[in-house]
């Protein structure tokens, strides 16, 4: 049967949104989401050990063969992206049914359900194909469905910010797509591998460098790479809780490994880091991204937006990581596309629950929380440790390793801003933990109790793989490390 | 619309064609132009133009958005359920020379079909959703 894993873990997803619009309303339609997300998990789980154990996983679509027909092909990298994207998908879900049932009206939850399940079929579409026309199709997907997700939150600005981010994103898979058609010009094919065989021959002409342009655009434009991040922080704020923590965790770091996938097994290290370098602009873009960010992130007065630049200064640090292109960079990078989606996915779910509780995302919301919600907001408190960058966290990992990158090729400036933006970090989670634990609560507001069971658990498994992944490393750093040495050498 | 009777009388006498037209369209198109995707768009357009002329929600009597619902996700799970039959039958995930593993062939032309078909179903149904969303507005 693992012969037939890679399309079952798309199709999972993709058969729950039709069975989510039958299911219609009663409380069917989650418990088919729960299924398929929990189901998607332990495809993907599956699919990282055998290919950790035996090497990449290839999968042809309707029996056609590479150059023509589409293919997934699954190696190190990606299995690890599904992981993380089925494992918060699952989380998600399950910590989703009080937060939805009080942010979304009734009648339009099992569409709410339904536009979740393709969002996920989008992001495991992207991550597992070989086929660069089919890595935007799935783009499409998830793109069409979040725009869905974060119009559906409850204040009408959800709206604005959905359309904003409807523009942007459109603009971005526009570029992609154009820059996909003049490779196929060049080339005559669609598929990943061959694309990275053919492109040598022809890697001079202005149309692959233009293709290259609008690929980077376009992708930035994606994974809100500063300074095109201007649609994320009204996107994660506006939208139903359940799906910022959905979203943090995943949508931007699939659009990441998109970037990674292109750089290096299509256009190819020579290309991008030799020919042309990208890694100056890059690494430019990601350390003004990294501090900007960080400092804007500590002038915000509602916790989800607070949030929200922290992710962009976050994609900063992968990106960084990939612009050093050696091993070490490209390790740290990685392994903090993973540790971040973890960290982001649970700061986002917990913040869920105090929306569930309070009513809003607001700081002043989060005064004497510490009292009322103890187990959230400490939480909440060790995911910041984590952003922060505390040695026994991942955030302190994903770091090391960038330093470590930075160090090796010389680049100081690099060194000293990661540092100072992690003293930006300390300022931002610091600006929370004070309103939740040395202010009061207004004597007039209603009491608040503890955050239910069903959001407490799933937020604290992805805390605590914080801290696990933080001190036992093995695990993550050691595919990350076989993805990178995979890029760098074995591919191409 | 009420006193447009030539429009009425011509919506009337035209949309069985514009319908029997769509599965032409549906079904023809493995010799010819045509698809699920162009069928279904001219369905919808044979109820948009009965919406139009007749109101919206008289459409919706014939077309209810329940209805619409349901289509919209059996069209998908046609053309998901072509693939999981592939692979029950043995072969890969849309490979329709397992549905017949005498005549690969017949076994194209019958995958390409039903896949066509939920193609069909669903783009009709969404098309039309999309334009009850956009009278209901209108309306309110």
Redesign the interface.
């Known amino acids: 049967m693992i012969a037939e894993h890679p399309v079952i873990q798309v199709l999972i997803p993709l058969l729950g949104a039709p069975l989510c619009v039958l299911a219609a309303r009663g409380v069917f339609a989650y418990w088919v989401a729960l299924a398929c997300s929990l189901a998607s998990l332990f495809v993907a789980t599956r699919l990282l050990t055998s290919v950790m154990a035996t090497g990449p996983i290839v999968y042809e679509l309707g029996g056609w063969a590479a150059p023509w027909g589409i293919e997934y092909r699954i190696g190190p990298l990606n299995s690890f992206v599904l992981l993380l994207v089925a494992l918060l998908g699952a989380l998600v879900m399950l910590a989703a049914k009080k937060s939805v049932d009080s942010e979304i009206p009734r009648e339009r939850r099992h569409f709410f359900y339904a536009a979740m399940m393709l969002c996920q079929t989008g992001l495991l579409g992207i991550t597992i194909t070989g086929d660069a026309f089919n890595v935007f199709v799935f783009l499409e997907i998830a793109a069409l469905s979040s725009y869905i997700l974060i119009a559906m939150g409850h204040q009408r600005r959800a709206l604005y910010a959905s359309y904003q981010y409807l523009i942007m994103g459109t603009i971005g898979s526009t570029f992609i797509l154009i820059s996909i058609g003049l490779l196929y010009q060049m080339t005559g094919t669609l598929n990943m591998a061959d694309l990275a065989a053919r492109l040598p021959a022809v890697g001079d002409t202005r149309t692959v460098l233009i293709s290259f342009a609008f690929f980077m655009v376009g992708v930035s434009l994606k994974m809100a790479l500063f300074p095109l991040h201007m649609w994320l922080p009204n996107a994660y704020t506006y939208a139903p809780s359940a799906v910022s923590a959905f979203l943090a965790a995943t949508a931007t770091k699939v659009a990441v490994y998109v970037m990674i996938r292109f750089l290096f097994s299509i256009y190819g290290p020579a290309f991008a880091f030799e020919k042309i370098d990208v890694s100056q602009i890059l690494g430019a873009l990601a350390l003004v991204g990294i501090v900007l960010m960080s400092a804007a992130a500590i002038f915000q007065t509602n916790v989800k937006r607070l949030l929200a630049y922290s992710s962009v200064a976050q994609i900063g640090y992968i990106v960084l990581g990939i612009s050093f292109a050696n091993v070490n960079g490209l390790t740290g990078g990685i392994v903090h596309l993973f540790n971040h989606g973890l960290m982001k996915g649970g700061l986002f779910l917990t913040v869920a629950a105090v929306v569930y509780r309070v009513g809003s995302s607001d700081l002043n919301a989060f005064r004497g929380l510490g009292r009322s919600m103890p187990i959230t907001m400490f939480l909440f408190v060790l995911g910041g440790l984590g952003m922060i960058g505390v040695p026994l966290t991942v955030g302190f990992i994903s770091k090391w390793y960038l330093i470590l990158a930075a160090i090796e090729t010389g680049h100081w400036l690099a060194v000293a801003l990661v540092l100072l933006s992690s003293l930006l970090a300390v300022i931002y989670v610091w600006r929370v933990v004070e309103f939740a634990y040395f202010q009061p609560r207004d004597r007039s507001s209603d009491p608040v109790g503890e955050a239910p069971l069903s959001m407490l658990v799933p937020t604290a498994i992805l805390v605590l793989a914080t801290i696990v992944f933080g001190v036992s490393t093995e695990w993550t750093v050691g595919v990350a490390r076989a993805a990178a040495v995979f890029l760098l050498g074995g591919h191409s | 619309m009420r006193h447009h009777s030539i429009l009425r009388a011509v919506t009337k006498f035209f949309l069985p064609y514009i319908l029997l037209f769509a599965l032409y369209t549906q079904f023809h198109g493995d010799y010819g132009p045509g698809g699920g995707f162009q069928a279904g768009v001219i369905f919808a357009a044979a109820i948009i133009l009965y919406g139009l002329i007749f109101t919206p929600k008289l459409a919706r009597r014939v077309v209810p958005y329940r209805a619409v619902?349901?289509f919209?996700?059996?069209g998908?799970?046609l053309y998901?359920g072509v693939?999981?039959a592939t692979?029950l039958l043995g072969?890969?995930?849309?490979?329709?020379?397992?549905l017949n593993h005498h005549h690969p062939v017949h076994g194209q032309h019958l995958g390409i079909l039903l896949v066509e078909l939920g193609v069909g179903i669903t783009v009709a149904a969404v098309v039309i959703c999309i334009y009850y969303a956009f009278a209901d507005r209108l309306e309110s």
């Open positions: 619902y349901i919209m996700a059996l998908i799970l998901a693939g999981i692979i072969g890969n995930y849309l490979d329709y020379n397992a």
